[in-house]
C-alpha cells in the first residue's frame, strides 16, 4: 500500500506558475512537478501543458526507463509551435516519480532544478539536485532544441519513500535532515486520514517555509506502507 500528500502554494506573483499532477491506480504512481520560469510571461501553461503531456504518456508505460523513452518534451514543443507560439514564452522545468507497484521499480527523471528526493529501503536519502549556473538560470523546456530527461532507475525491496518538488521548497530542504524529514512526514501524515492529510500539509509547508522565499511551492510526497 502507498499514500502520499501534496501541495501546490502561490508565492509572490499574481498567477501560481508551478504545475503538479497525481495518478495512482492498482499498478502505477505517477508524481508531476512543473515550475514554469518566472521571467517568461506564458510559464504557467507550459507547467500545465507538461503534467499533462508526461500522465498521459507515462500512463501506458512501465518503469525502468530511459530517455530516449519519454517523448512528451518533443509532443510539448510541436503542440506550441503547431499554434505559432514561441516556445521561450512557455519555458518550465519538469520532474517526475513513476512507480511500478508489481516489479517495485522506480523511475526518476528531470529537467531543470525541480529536486527529487528519493529513499531506497533502508539506505540515505539520494539528492537529484540540478546546479544552476552563476546567473541563477536552469535548464526548461523551451526553445529550439528539444530537451530531454536526466533518468534514474532504482528498484526497492522493503519500502520507497520519494518527493518531488519545485525548487521553492526543496531549496529549503538541507541535506543532512532529509533522513529525518522523511521520517518525520510519513509518521506524522499516515495518523491523518487521506482526505486531510494534503491540506495539514499544505497549512505546514505555510507556517514553515511559506515566508522563506517568495517562490510558488509545490511538492508531492510519496512512501509505501
Not at 516556445?87 to 529537467?111: L, R
Amino acid at each position: 500500500m502507498y499514500s502520499h500528500i501534496l501541495t501546490s502554494i502561490i508565492g509572490s506573483h499574481s498567477n501560481i506558475q508551478d504545475a503538479i499532477r497525481y495518478f495512482e491506480n492498482d499498478d502505477i504512481i505517477i508524481a508531476i512537478v512543473a515550475d514554469g520560469l518566472g521571467s517568461r510571461k506564458m510559464s504557467a501553461y507550459g507547467a500545465r501543458l507538461i503534467c499533462k503531456l508526461m500522465e498521459k504518456e507515462l500512463v501506458g508505460k512501465h518503469p525502468p526507463l530511459l530517455s530516449a523513452d519519454i517523448v512528451s518534451p518533443q509532443i510539448w514543443q510541436e503542440c506550441l509551435k503547431s499554434k505559432d507560439k514561441n516556445c521561450d514564452d512557455y519555458c518550465t522545468t519538469c520532474s517526475f516519480a513513476f512507480i511500478d507497484k508489481s516489479t517495485q521499480q522506480i523511475t526518476v527523471g528531470q529537467i531543470g532544478d525541480s529536486p527529487i528526493f528519493i529513499k531506497v529501503d533502508s539506505n540515505n536519502v539520494i539528492e537529484l539536485r540540478q546546479e544552476k549556473d552563476f546567473s541563477n538560470i536552469t535548464d526548461s523546456l523551451g526553445g529550439n532544441v528539444v530537451s530531454t530527461f536526466r533518468v534514474q532507475n532504482y528498484h526497492y525491496k522493503d519500502s520507497i519513500k520519494v518527493m518531488v518538488a519545485s525548487d521553492g521548497i526543496g531549496d529549503e530542504l538541507e541535506s543532512s535532515s532529509l533522513d529525518s524529514l522523511f521520517s518525520y512526514l510519513s509518521s506524522t501524515y499516515q495518523q491523518y486520514t487521506p482526505k486531510s492529510r494534503s491540506r495539514r500539509f499544505t497549512k505546514e509547508i505555510k507556517e514553515t517555509i511559506g515566508k522563506v522565499n517568495h517562490d510558488d511551492k509545490s511538492a508531492i510526497y510519496i512512501w509505501s506502507i
